[in-house]
C-alpha cells in the first residue's frame, strides 16, 4: 500500500456544471482521505485555456489526463486504486 495519495487537480471553468459535479466526486474521496487535490480555472491563464478551452472537467491524477467532462464516484475510485498501486 502507498504511503502517499494521488493529487488530483480539476481543470475546470465558472458557470460550468459538469465541473461542480466532478469537484464533488473528488472532494468526497479527498474527505475519505484517498487524495488530495486543487481546483485550476482555465480562464485564468491563456495557455490553459487554449489547450482545455470548452473540455472542461478534466481531471487529471498525478499529472496525468485520467477523466474528461464526466466521471463517477466508482469509476474515479478505481482510478485512484490503480495509481496507489
Known sequence: MSHSVAHVQV???RQCCL???AKQVVADAAEQGLCTWE???VDT???LLV???N???VLLID???RFEHRVTAEDFR??????AC
Open 11 to 13: 481543470m475546470s471553468r
Open 19 to 21: 465541473c461542480d459535479d
Open 39 to 41: 481546483t485550476v480555472n
Open 45 to 47: 491563464d491563456k495557455a
Open 51 to 53: 489547450r482545455y478551452g
Open 55 to 57: 473540455d472542461v472537467p
Open 63 to 65: 499529472g496525468e489526463k
Open 78 to 83: 478505481k482510478a485512484l486504486e490503480v495509481v
